[in-house]
Structures are given as structure tokens and as C-alpha cells.
């Protein structure tokens, strides 16, 4: 059991925002789109197993996930999808990192530049700031379904997991990027609900920041969320407890 992240809060809160303007499910089918690309059969593709089963969480339609498939193997046209990631500041020093997945990465680039000079952040170079994050399998758990702490720490440890932190309103299971498959599967034959599932960037390191720092932060990383292009937004940033970004 490690520290206390809060920054999982938000991005969980955002998630719910996310699904209401329909975003959420551009997302999951631009994952199953690049994921189908290294074959069109879930059961010889991990990742495509992966991107599926985010794609039912959020009720993506079958129609729409089967559309997807065929797109990425090249059956259909609109699979032409390249992921970039991209690396900067925002306030405070803090590392952002932006994975994006494009048609157009001119585009792309351009869009993500002018959120981080709109909002006082600054675009660094491929590796600048990747280094201070691991990438991760993360599955996150909703506290009102399994309030119980040991109990979700003895089923992350059977499905082969290697930590679980509190979130406060959320349990994150943490696996290695490796793993994340068979500790997710292992979940879902034990009949686990999960709130999220997926491979994130997570920092090694926490920033702490204030509530000034905090808020523009928020601001930088709800404007990169909102471009079309971008799939996931992340941060080291350590917010302070009573930070509320509805305030």
C-alpha cells in the first residue's frame, strides 16, 4: 500500500465529463482501431482483448467495436491512426505528457502547442519528462462497490498484481505493464467490476503544488483533454487535499 494520489480523483471525474460529451467513446475506438492494427482476433491480440473490454465498459456499441476492428486490420478505410506522445510543463514545473492518437499529426502537434502556450506551460523535447513516470497497468475500483480494503487487496494479489493505492473515493490496482492482461482477466473471472482499465503513465515521483499552481494546472489539462486528438492526459502533480477543480 503506497501514497495518496489524488490526481486519479480528477482524472476519474474527468472520465464521467468525458462520457457526457461523447468523447469517451471516440477514445475507446481509436484504442480498438490501433489496437486491431497487430491482428483483428481478441484472442491472439492482448491489446486488442485490452482495448475491447475499456470499449464495453463505457457501452460502445458492438456494431461500433466490430466497425473498429475492421478499420484497423484495413478492411475498411479510416484506420489510417498513428500514436504520438507528446512532453512538457505546466505550472510549478510540473511534467505533463499527452499521448495523443491522430490522423493528421501537423495537426495534432500544433493543437497540443497552442494549449501549452495558451496556458503558460511549455513543450519540451521526446524524453524530457518521460523518464519520471513508469508505465504501468492501472485498474481502478469504485469504493462504493468494494469499500473493503483487504478485501480488494486479496483479490489484486490473486490476480498477480503488484500494489493497490487509495484514491480516496477510488482503489488503483497497479500491475506491470507486462501483466496488465492477466492480472485484468484474472479480475474479470472473479466477477470484478471495473471503474477503469488501462496502461497510464504514473509518476515515480509526486510534485506537491498549491491551490493557485493546482488550478491552472487543471486548466492546461482539461484544455489538452478536450482536443480530439488526445487520448490521455498525465501529470507528477500532488494536489493539494481540499482542492476542488469545480470551485
Not at 490501433?34 to 460502445?60: C, E, T
Not at 466490430?66 to 512532453?87: F, N, P, S
Not at 480530439?228 to 469545480?246: K, W
Amino acid at each position: 500500500m503506497s501514497g495518496h494520489n489524488k490526481w486519479a480523483n480528477i482524472r476519474l471525474r474527468k472520465g464521467a465529463q468525458d462520457a457526457k460529451r461523447g468523447k469517451v467513446f471516440t477514445k475507446v475506438a481509436k484504442e480498438i482501431i490501433i489496437a486491431a492494427k497487430s491482428g483483428g482476433d481478441p484472442a491472439g491480440n492482448a491489446r486488442l482483448r485490452s482495448a475491447i473490454a475499456a470499449a464495453k465498459a463505457v457501452n460502445l456499441p458492438k456494431d461500433r467495436i466490430e466497425a473498429a476492428i475492421r478499420k484497423g486490420t484495413g478492411q475498411d478505410a479510416g484506420g489510417d491512426i498513428t500514436e504520438i506522445m507528446y512532453e512538457g510543463y505546466g505550472a510549478g514545473g510540473v511534467a505533463i505528457i499527452v499521448e495523443t492518437a491522430t490522423d493528421n499529426k501537423n495537426r495534432t502537434v500544433a493543437d497540443v502547442r497552442h494549449v501549452f502556450t495558451k496556458y503558460g506551460g511549455a513543450m519540451g523535447e521526446s524524453g524530457s519528462v518521460s523518464f519520471q513516470f513508469d508505465h504501468l497497468g492501472v485498474i481502478t475500483l469504485d469504493k462504493e462497490k468494494y469499500a473493503d480494503e483487504e478485501t480488494v487487496m486479496g483479490m489484486a494479489l490473486e490476480a498477480g498484481a503488484e500494489d493497490v493505492q487509495d484514491n480516496g473515493d477510488s482503489w488503483e490496482i497497479r500491475t506491470a505493464m507486462a501483466d496488465f492482461n492477466t492480472v485484468r482477466e484474472a479480475l474479470e473471472a472473479q466477477g470484478v467490476e471495473m471503474a477503469e482499465a488501462q496502461l497510464a503513465m504514473v509518476p515515480k515521483l509526486l510534485v506537491p503544488v498549491d491551490a493557485d499552481t493546482a488550478a491552472k494546472l487543471f486548466r492546461i489539462t482539461d484544455a489538452l483533454e478536450e482536443l480530439d486528438d488526445v487520448q490521455n492526459v498525465y501529470t507528477n502533480a500532488d494536489l493539494p487535499d481540499d482542492f476542488d477543480p469545480e470551485a
